[in-house]
């Protein structure tokens, strides 16, 4: 059918690409690469952020 003509056609992230990606970014701008899949976040520290950084 042309739905499965047009899902053939999606290309799907390639994962390990992309972060090779945004670590380039990220060296680019002299930046550290934190990687959210392994980073936790103090929620604390974050509740404390005021709306209006955000």
């Known amino acids: ?6 899902i ?9 690409e992309e972060a090779e ?10 930046c ?3 990687d959210l899949r392994e980073a936790s976040i103090d929620h604390d520290l974050f509740r404390s952020i005021p709306v209006d950084l955000m």
């Open 1 to 6: 059918s042309a739905d499965m003509a047009t």
């Open 8 to 16: 053939d056609k999606v290309r799907l992230p390639d994962m390990a």
């Open 21 to 30: 990606q945004s670590r380039a970014i990220a060296a680019r701008y002299r």
């Open 32 to 34: 550290e690469f934190v």
